[in-house]
């Protein structure tokens, strides 16, 4: 869109099945942010270098999400290296070109996950048929109690929202602290109020200015 | 009998006949070609169309045009196509009944015929396989067939019921006429709005998969098997779907396949923009796939370069992708791009044949066919007493697309701003120059 509106700085609010470039820098925010605070330090003294290695799990419907496809390219920019957990019916048809594995077995794949990155099951998008039940989708790849006994004490996990307790994340693991959704949302507002301050010409000591669209 | 009295010469050109290239002035009268020779001296009054360095070939044929009369004159007119034909070489396209209403009834043939009378290039109407191309019963096939239809598709889409199809091929048996499929299983296409893999999964764009047009051709050269009854291929895109003509040829089945000049060209990753514009159906496919259609209309697996001109008025291309309509204007590229992808493989007589000779015999219109009275035998060969149907097509010049001058009426082009080697300089029409130096008189 940019490339037909003149001298416009354009911000993908979330588009279709194709990106959501805001909820992945905020869920990057997010993570860092609970990083440095297990750390004792600012946010920013972490620069970019605790993603380094950091092992993120995205979990679910990564065909139709918006959110999926922004987070690989976030997470992987930063240094992450991101894993896709999903039935086969709801990866994309193709990955050619994406920096991700994907995992093998889910269950295990949760032993050493620093994030987990939870989707909701569409079902406005038709993701309802790409699985054969609900229940058979919980009982294979939600985050239940006891999947959650897999993960590493210190594991994030996160969710786009909004959740389907019972369906994805279990009701108890969704009010769990390592649970940061509420955490999300509430960066969710600073971080696209950051974003529409930046590129409505809002100076900031340290950030270059943000170039504008020829 | 008295010679004919000449009044068009075309002068200076290469005739590209079955074989080759041979230099001859071509002396026209009375709709024929009335005589060949090196040098032609133009009787006083006959109109003289310059072909210096311009290969004077057949009249093009196109097996696939949507002319959107009746239905959606907002879009393109049979008149408004016609011209469009003209300044692409073309002498004659076969209509898409995909109209509104489809072309399922006498009454509908016989308004196209009569809308097409005097237009820029003769049209021939194909009918639908279907009522309402709604996949349920056969349409009138017989009474269309009276009429001078040769062909039937329910192109835009695929006879999904594999018993109906059976029945159709059956019952078309001996009425003198091709059953053509738009080879693409609904269920399996499922809403994809481009080519499944790669691109659609990065875009976020529902892809349908290439399994989805090799499904119903692999089904379809089944039922030939099954019933003897010819079909047509229609805008083969996929590598899968080349590989099973070619194998179908091979048995000695009666099987034709046509590819479209964007198939030999575009792929997926040109949907990158999200530009509506490459929306088309079937998609715009992988390199592998348009190395294949290359290599099948090189090998005789692929029988005709088809345009699949596909006319979408701006208000209803113009829309975010997934709602946009498939389909791209081809009709005025075709053979620039024809002849830019082709000729470096194969001679100018091969090229001309795929859009010429052989289109004209898959649709029944060549002078060993019966013609509807008005229309003229297609497909060539340049020779003395034929029909006057030429393309002069000079090589050395250029084709830059813009899309504010094609004579059709929409912009739908997926090519705005290239430019193509080659470019089509006149068209003669029954012995009536309808194109002067890529000037419609029509």
Known sequence: ?214 | MHEQEVTLVVRGGSVVGPDGLTRADVAVGGGRVVGLADSIDPPKGATVLDAGGCLVGPGLVDLHTHLRQPGREEAETIETGARAAALGGYTAVVAMPNTEPPIDSAGVVREILDLADGCAAEVAVSGAITLGRAGRALAPMGELAALGVTLFTDDGAGVQDGALMRRALDYAKGLGVTLAQHCEDSCLADGGAMHEGEWSSRLGIPGMPAAAEEAMVARDIALVRLTGAPVHFLHLSTAGSVDLVRLAKAEGLAVTAEAAPHHMLLTHAQVAGYDPVFKVNPPLRTDEDVAAVVAGLCDGTIDAVATDHAPHAPEAKDVPFDQAPPGMLGLQTALPIAWEVLSPRLGPERVFALMSAQPAAIARLTATDPRPSGHSAQGGPVERGAAANLCVFDPAATTLVEPGRLASRSRNTPYAGRTFQGAVRHTVLRGEPVVIDAVAQR
């Open chain 1, 1 to 214: 869109m940019a490339r037909w509106v003149e001298r416009a700085r354009v911000v993908n609010a979330g588009d279709g099945w194709h990106e959501h470039p805001t909820q992945a820098l905020l869920d990057c925010f997010t993570v860092r942010q609970v990083l440095a605070e297990r750390k004792g330090a600012a946010p920013e003294e972490l620069g970019i270098a605790c993603f380094e290695g950091l092992r993120v799990l995205i979990v679910g419907d990564v065909r139709h999400s918006r959110v999926a496809r922004s987070q690989v390219l976030a997470y992987s920019a930063l240094g992450a290296r991101v894993t896709l957990a999903s039935p086969g019916s709801l990866l994309p048809p193709s990955l050619e070109g994406w920096p991700v594995e994907v995992a093998a077995d889910f269950d295990e794949a949760l032993n050493d996950a620093d994030v987990v990155s939870l989707l909701r099951l569409q079902a406005e998008r038709g993701s309802g048929s790409f699985v054969p039940s609900l229940r058979e989708y919980t009982a294979g790849w939600g985050l239940t109690a006891r999947r959650v006994a897999r993960l590493r004490d210190d594991a994030i996990v996160t969710h786009p929202g909004p959740m389907v307790r019972g369906v994805e994340i279990a009701s108890d693991v969704a009010d769990l602290p390592r649970t940061v959704v509420t955490q999300q949302v509430a960066n969710g507002v600073a971080v696209r109020m950051a974003i529409l301050f930046l590129l409505l010409g809002g100076e900031l000591p340290g950030v270059a200015e943000v170039p504008a669209v020829a």
